[in-house]
């Protein structure tokens, strides 16, 4: 018996409320001062709470091992990363509402800057171009490209860079690895087949970001693209099916929507402003009884390797707090998908901080929420796919197992 199935044997139904807030690449490593992007900032509501609750490390996949963020979020979800392995670009496919049907490919697009004589990805987010011009780059995108050689192509708008598109004929396969060098100032990586049966989807893929790169190249800053996650789409038992619960997303980013849809949440409206996201909790707060809270910018600055301006992110979510807790949760959580440290910019292996707080907790004492207090927290380090399980407990929501 898979621990999913173990929790969905054992849960049952009542009105108390869960609130999981994930700070997207929470984790991080210490900066200058010896603190990390958590550990230095201001955060008095996080440090109240933190003396209040159970605290300890999440390890999303496995040691050593670096998350994506779609793995990263199955485990917080209760599912086990290994055994269900989604790509990127479904998530980001359903999260801007894009018909994916069966045999075709999806991909999660950024727009880009390259230096098209040398083959050179200069930058990977073509400078975070504004979300009204990457529409009209898709618009132009659209007129153009229609098709490549059999396959019909399909484009989506979504946040500031990133796109989506959808390839759609025979023969198709998701086997194929990112078209991408991940890197700044590198030569582009291009997509290449993981098996025979993905040959035709490499040769679709390659041919269709050269003929973007060729409708694009007198664009600036965004005169190419780049894809990744190459995915169809599969089937996961939703959270109400395991856990008897009515769960609502509220994100604000395309490829979370998408993520919590595949899980068979539904989609609230969270508004473009983080005050706004933390302002509609209490929209819903009468319908559903487990919320889903995503912010997206702590990975996203950890990324861009500015701790500065990660530390403000996290310091605004402390002060947007009272939003949430005046709302009075039965059980809540705070932590990451993945670390994203300032000093990497981009994800890593670290396992990420917990903070549980509910009537129920084995109080910590500790003095402020952050990575060095999580490691010595009651609920030491702990794979990430039982938090769910943690959550239902302490949410009265599981029965005793066994007689």
Same mark, same amino acid.
């Given at each position: 018996?898979? /621990? ?32 990390? +992007? ?21 390890? $999303? ?19 086990? !990363?290994?055994? =269900?392995?989604?790509? /990127? ?11 994916? %049907? ?87 990586? =291009? ?21 973007? =790169? ?22 996961? !038992? ?12 509220? *994100?604000?980013?395309?490829?979370? /929507? ?63 707090? !009272? ?21 990497? *910019?981009?994800?890593? =292996? ?33 794979? %990430? +796919?039982?938090? $769910? ?9 599981? +029965?005793?197992?066994?007689?």
């Amino acid at each position: 018996m898979s /621990r999913a199935e173990l929790l969905q044997s054992l849960a049952t139904e009542n009105e108390k409320k869960i609130l999981l807030l994930v700070m997207d690449g929470l984790g991080g490593l210490p900066g200058e001062e010896g603190s990390t +992007e958590l550990e230095e900032a201001v955060t008095p509501l996080m440090n109240r709470l933190a003396a209040e609750s159970e605290m300890g490390l999440l390890s $999303m996949v496995d040691v050593g091992i670096t998350p994506g963020s779609g793995p990263g979020h199955l485990a917080l979800f209760g599912y086990d !990363p290994l055994t =269900w392995s989604i790509g /990127r670009g479904i998530l980001e496919a359903l999260g801007v509402g894009a018909h994916v %049907g069966a045999g075709d490919v999806c991909a999660r697009g950024n727009f880009c800057t390259v230096d098209h004589e040398k083959n050179i990805i200069v930058d990977r987010r073509a400078g975070r171009i504004p979300t009204e011009k990457s529409e009209e780059i898709i618009k132009k995108l659209q007129q153009a490209i229609h098709s490549i050689d059999d396959v019909k192509v399909t484009f989506y708008p979504g946040k500031e860079h990133r796109f989506v598109v959808v390839f759609s004929g025979e023969g198709l396969s998701e086997a194929v690895h990112d078209a991408d060098p991940q890197k700044d100032g590198h030569p582009m990586r =291009w997509a290449v087949a993981q098996n025979e049966e993905a040959k035709k989807t490499e040769r679709i893929i390659n041919g269709f970001i050269r003929r973007v =790169w060729e409708v694009l190249k007198s664009e600036t800053p965004a005169n190419g693209c780049l894809l990744r996650g190459f995915s169809s789409a599969p089937h996961l !038992p939703s959270l109400s099916e395991l856990y008897k619960i009515k769960p609502i997303a509220l *994100a604000t980013y395309p490829m979370y /929507r998408g993520l919590a849809r595949l899980v068979g949440m539904d989609i609230g409206e969270p508004g473009e402003t983080m005050e706004e996201l933390f302002h509609s909790v209490g929209r819903y707060w009468s319908e559903y009884n487990f919320f889903y809270v995503h912010v997206k910018y702590t990975d996203s600055r950890g990324e861009d390797g500015n701790f500065g301006e990660k530390v403000k992110v996290i310091e605004e979510v402390d002060r947007l707090l !009272p939003k949430i807790l005046d709302l009075k949760p039965d059980v809540l959580a705070i932590t990451g998908d993945h670390s994203t440290p300032s000093r990497l *910019a981009g994800h890593s =292996w670290h396992d990420v901080p917990v903070l549980l707080w509910s009537p129920y907790a084995r109080r910590s004492g500790a003095l402020f929420f952050g990575e060095r207090s999580c490691a010595s927290g009651t609920l030491g380090r702990l794979p %990430g +796919e039982k938090l $769910m399980g943690l959550l239902l407990a302490h949410s009265l929501k599981l +029965e005793k197992y066994g007689a």
